[in-house]
């Protein structure tokens, strides 16, 4: 797999819930999610994510699981789901060997983009754990403002982690796109980028 050969977009189907479940998983749970930066295992223990949730987002007509991938290798995910006037932007996924690398990066302006110019959303909004400060720091490098509006973490739901700490909660973080469009759309030299999505 080369770094050179040009990622490739594409929407999840049904036959790509089992190989999701094990790239989300590896990106915030557990040792080996330790690799990379995005891990939760310090503070969450249990799942990320399960089969029956992710066949929730694909059954959604409202939903899509975007797909990163490089040479026929899943590199990336993420759910991009229409609201009112806005996308939901959620389950970030890269695998922990690939970050760093500008995987990610792309991967959000590829969501970025169809959510502006496919669902006509003017706004991208998000939900990030509070206490990742790091993780916050990357995505106001993209454009993304804090709201200080926070939501509580589903303690006793095991669907969403076992905490280890009881500080969690959410914070929700924003982007206007359509007044972000040309920033969007630079890229370094050798971002090489190709999308099979529809």
């Known amino acids: 797999m080369s770094a050179a050969t040009p990622l490739a977009f594409r929407f999840a189907e049904l036959a790509d819930i089992s190989v999701l479940v094990a790239l989300i998983e590896s990106a915030y749970r557990g040792e080996a999610s330790r690799v990379g930066w995005t891990t939760e295992a310090d503070f969450l223990d249990g799942q990320r994510t399960d089969a029956a949730a992710i066949l929730v987002i694909l059954r ?38 690939c970050q760093s690398s500008g995987v ?16 006509h959303c003017d706004e991208m909004q998000m939900t990030v754990i509070s206490i990742r400060e790091e993780l916050i720091a990357w995505y106001e490098r993209r454009g993304y403002s804090r709201s200080g509006i926070y939501k509580p973490f589903p303690y006793g739901d095991e669907r969403f982690g076992i905490p280890r700490r009881d500080d969690l909660r959410f914070e929700m973080l924003g982007k206007r796109l359509q007044e972000n469009a040309s920033r969007n759309r630079g890229m370094d030299a050798n971002d090489n980028v190709t999308s099979r999505a529809s």
């Open 104 to 119: 990610g990066r792309i991967m959000l302006t590829e969501a970025e983009r169809f959510a502006r110019e496919d669902w």
């Open 60 to 97: 959604d007509p409202e939903s899509r699981m975007l797909l990163a991938e490089r040479d026929g290798a899943l590199l990336a995910c993420c759910h991009v789901q229409r609201q009112e006037g806005v996308c939901y932007f959620g389950m970030f996924s890269v695998r922990p060997g």
